[in-house]
């Protein structure tokens, strides 16, 4: 029911009509009793900063923040949490006095899911398959939940290059190893890899592309987690479980980001229970 205590949150972006936030996020506050409402916002470049300062004034609890504006609505921001700071990439902002502060959910949210999934990342050596924002953002995080390795392979060396030299220095040691993309041929013979693929190639609607076509990669790997989640099993995830290896979509990422993003607004720990029946509901509604 909406009343008079409804408290409102949502999501700024362009654009923003195939998002499944609002039926993760209305979905948590349906089951944790909280008055909460979340609605997607379509909202113009030029637009981003009254928008923003739209939301504090008609007391929204918080933001979701998408593409493309993921870096340029820092600057309109009161605070800014450490991680996102240093990923240069906020995805939820959460009311204070002074204005919103701002958090990456999408990491803490990547790193839950691949927990949920098995995924273990302590000790393991990596693969990280492009250098956009994300696979910059993912670097950071796997160095920090202790991986042992981490080599990005990329179209471009240069920008494989600058993600190595920038979270090598925020480390203080040398965790990322740049190469290209045709660089996994000279990996050591019978080395098994955690592979994370960071890139757009695969995702709908040109759903038979592939970063690597070659079969004898994916026998380096133990595990390969798409961050596409449209569609459901990609190629590359289908490559991987034909050489004997589990795969995973990026789907479990969107819907813990989402989680960690309520439970900085609501207060609320959302359970292993509630998180998977969500997950269940979003996915059929991602059918539909
Ligand atoms: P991005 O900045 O556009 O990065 C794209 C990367 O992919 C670049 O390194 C680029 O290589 C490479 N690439 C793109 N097209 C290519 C092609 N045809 N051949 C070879 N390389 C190609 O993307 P992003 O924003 O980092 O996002 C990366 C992925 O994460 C996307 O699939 C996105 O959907 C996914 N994602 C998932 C979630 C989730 O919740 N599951 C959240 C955020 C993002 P060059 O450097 O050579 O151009």
Redo the contacts with the bound molecule.
Sequence with gaps: MIDGKTRTCGLIGNPVEHTMSPAIQNFLADHTGQNLRYLPYLVEAEELEGAVEGAFALNFLGLNVT?PYKSDVIPFLSDIDELASQIGAVNTLVRTKDGFKGYNT?MP?LCRAMQSDGAGICGEKVLVL??????RAVALMLAREGAREIRIL???LS?AEEIAREVNELEGRQIVIPMK?EGWRELPEGEKYLVIQ????G?FPLVD?V?ISDEAFYQKVKFGYD???NPEDTRFMKLVRQAGGKACN??K??LY?GIIAFELWTGEKISEELAEETYAYALEQMKH
């Design positions: 593409v999408d949210g492009g250098a956009g924002g994300v696979a990329n179209r471009t920008k993309t960071a890139t757009k190639v995702m592309e970063l961050l596409i989640y990026g789907f990422m969107l980001q």
